[in-house]
């Protein structure tokens, strides 16, 4: 009798604290650590963990919901073998996230089809799985947005939108060029980020030439002030994995050229 009363004090406790999910799965945890002969002290540590992972689980999907990432991209997914010169090292060393934690921000540069969106989604979610609010927008889309905001008298609700997360990955900067009156709205935003939070942005062209990217060598020169002073840069080289699998399936010809041979060789 004193056990079902205990037992009921514990489920009205659990209930209390809104613990359902560990309610509705006590005496699987119970016949668990009875089973692996644990004490009171470590059944209690038990439950508790099985709490923890549940509320990290939830944690982890929702900043994963929140980053509005494209698509889902690991680093265990991504091969090294066909871009050899970053070296499993320095992809270690990214993804222990010392630099987002320095509020440092990170450049990928590279050119077309090298890895680097698929870097930039994959380190992103780690930084959310490490607790870090995160957002993910192209350069295309966060420039069209600054300029909409703009137009409407509401920079400043965009550009606190953009300041809110720990990092802010900016993808493919260079494929679309920027109007120089945008090109200074997306300065303002590097600016308040400056020291503040971390940017992670990538490109397929070298700074020397962000300034035809950014249609203005002075903002793009201010723009590289800022966001480079703090910064790790990797560049990738090599080729398209894109262009590399339509070479092997006989698209492309040896130069790189569509094979319009009529043979596919």
Not at 22 to 33: F, P, V
Not at 85 to 103: H, P, T, V, Y
Not at 245 to 255: I, K, N, Y
Request: aromatic residues 6%; hydrophobic residues 40%.
């Amino acid at each position: 009798m004193q056990r079902d009363l205990s037992r009921a004090a514990l489920e009205g406790h659990l209930a209390r604290l809104k613990l359902k999910r560990l309610a509705d799965s006590l005496d699987t945890i119970l016949d668990e650590a009875q089973r692996a002969g644990m004490s009171p002290m470590e059944t209690l540590a038990h439950a508790l963990g099985f709490e923890v992972e549940r509320r990290e689980a939830k944690r982890v999907d929702l900043g994963l919901k929140i980053a509005h990432f494209p698509c889902v991209c690991t680093l265990e997914q991504f091969d090294l073998t066909c871009q050899p010169g970053i070296g499993e090292g320095r992809l270690r060393e990214l993804a222990r996230l010392e630099w987002l934690g320095a509020k440092r921000n990170l450049l990928l540069q590279g050119p077309p089809g090298v890895g680097k969106t698929h870097l930039a989604i994959a380190l992103g979610r780690e930084a959310v799985k490490a607790g870090y609010s995160t957002s993910f927008v192209t350069a295309g889309n966060l420039m069209r947005q600054l300029e909409e905001a703009e137009a409407a008298g509401r920079l400043e609700q965009k550009l606190v939108q953009y300041l809110k997360p720990k990092l802010l990955v900016i993808d493919e900067l260079g494929y679309i060029p920027v109007k120089p009156a945008t090109a200074n709205l997306f300065f303002n935003l590097v600016a308040a980020r400056y020291e503040t939070g971390s940017i992670m942005l990538t490109t397929n062209r070298p700074a020397g030439e962000w300034g035809i990217i950014l249609g203005d060598v002075i903002v793009a020169a201010a723009v590289l002030d800022r966001f480079l002073h703090h910064c790790d840069v990797l560049t990738i080289r090599g080729e398209s994995y894109r262009l590399r699998e339509a070479r092997r399936e006989g698209v492309l010809g040896v130069a790189g050229t569509p094979d319009d041979s009529g043979t596919g060789t």
